[in-house]
């Protein structure tokens, strides 16, 4: 089962519950994640950077065939990834099918940051996760904005299941993003009247 749009479930406020009433001390005692754990944050982050690789790509292409306007045109090559995607989104190509796609791309890059930026522990007696940082500005770009503060640990909960069924989901967009960018590099060819 993928990630719903919001994570606050019954479960996760049930491990939410678990983490507040749990010291940083002690929370940095849990198991650390197992190889399996670490191949899946590998996978989603890989994955990613596949993503990455052909959203730039697609960008260049789309900027070389004049689809993009000011103030993206003739800029692709010193876009960040969050205005490569923007930039790609400004197009009005995009529509219906192709337009969720790209927006679950991005919404999901969320997933990514969480895994690849902060540290991970394993609940005791469930099959979750607590993923913990010191780092305000990585908080925002999971949670998309700032922490009421900077004394506290800033920590998120999810559960693995929810995790591993992100893995298809995301295989999937990787496979329709490889697709749309081998339909824009095809050069369109005039048609017979």
């Known amino acids: 089962m993928a990630l719903p749009d919001s994570t606050e479930t019954p479960r996760t406020l049930a491990l939410r519950k678990i983490v507040e009433e749990t010291g940083p001390e002690q929370m940095l005692g849990w198991a650390k994640p197992t190889d399996e754990d670490y191949a899946l944050f590998g996978k989603i982050t890989h994955i990613y950077s596949a993503c990455d690789f052909i959203l730039r790509y697609m960008a260049e292409t789309m900027d070389k065939q004049g689809m993009f306007k000011e103030p993206w045109a003739g800029k692709t090559q010193k876009l960040t990834m969050a205005q490569v995607a923007e930039a790609i989104q400004s197009s009005p190509i995009w529509t219906g099918p192709n337009k969720f796609a790209l927006e679950e791309i991005e919404k999901y890059r969320r997933m990514r940051?969480?895994?690849?930026?902060?540290?991970?522990?394993?609940?005791?007696?469930?099959?979750?996760?607590?993923?913990?940082?010191?780092?305000?500005?990585?908080?925002?770009?999971?949670?998309?904005?700032?922490?009421?503060?900077i004394d506290a640990m800033l920590y998120g909960v999810l559960d693995a299941e929810?995790?591993?069924?992100?893995?298809p989901v995301l295989e999937g967009l990787l496979k329709w993003a490889a697709q749309v960018l081998r339909d824009l590099s095809r050069p369109i060819s005039p048609t017979a009247g």
């Open 162 to 167: 929810q995790l591993r069924g992100l893995v």
């Open 113 to 149: 940051n969480l895994v690849a930026h902060f540290i991970v522990r394993r609940f005791p007696e469930d099959d979750a996760y607590v993923f913990m940082t010191k780092s305000a500005i990585d908080y925002r770009r999971v949670y998309g904005e700032l922490p009421d503060g």
